[in-house]
């Protein structure tokens, strides 16, 4: 009976070392997702900046300076994917240059806009609160606005059919 003991409870460990993995596994991977599913500011900040340079620093600290193109995202969720840079330059490097360049939104850490003009008047340069501020804003006036046509779309219908019949 004792040299069974031990078996027991290696076995038990070890089933209970596999469950912990497993666990912790599933725990990353939600956070991961969480933290990828909540990007609108990224996304805004893409959107605002898209046909201009922008400088991104990626997981491996390289910096690529290029113009995004392109927003990538999923089909199936409508989630933010990844960009598409061109003329991208690693490192500030004349000779590492890409023509056209995908980045997954999981391999990018920082993404900064650069303004090409120093000489601008500060009013026309644009704070990132600002940018995604004005979105949200754009956004639910283009809702109300939807709604509103619904409603006076309605409205005149009605009244044309009202007229219609009156006649």
């Known amino acids: 009976m004792k040299e069974g003991i031990p078996d027991l409870i290696l076995k038990f460990e070890k089933k209970e070392k596999e469950r912990l993995k497993r666990k912790r596994k599933r725990k990353t991977n939600r956070n991961n997702v969480q933290n990828r599913g909540s990007q ?10 898209k046909n201009k340079v922008v400088e991104i620093t990626t997981n491996n ?13 999923y089909t199936s969720n409508n ?12 490192n500030n490097l004349t000779n590492c240059t890409f023509e056209k360049l ?28 600002t ?7 754009i956004l639910m006036v283009n809702k109300i606005y939807e709604k509103f046509k619904k409603i006076g779309g309605q ?9 219609e019949n009156s006649i």
């Open 40 to 49: 609108s500011f990224i996304y805004f900040l893409f959107l605002h900046n």
């Open 61 to 73: 600290f390289d910096l690529l300076k290029g113009e995004i193109i392109e927003v990538k995202k």
């Open 79 to 90: 989630k933010l994917k990844g960009i598409i840079l061109t003329n991208a330059i690693k």
């Open 102 to 129: 995908y980045i997954s939104l999981s391999n990018i850490y920082t993404c900064m806009p650069i303004t090409s003009n120093s000489n601008e008047p500060l009013k026309e340069k644009k704070n990132i609160a």
């Open 131 to 137: 940018v995604i501020i004005n979105s949200y804003k």
């Open 155 to 163: 409205l005149i219908k009605s009244q044309q059919n009202g007229k």
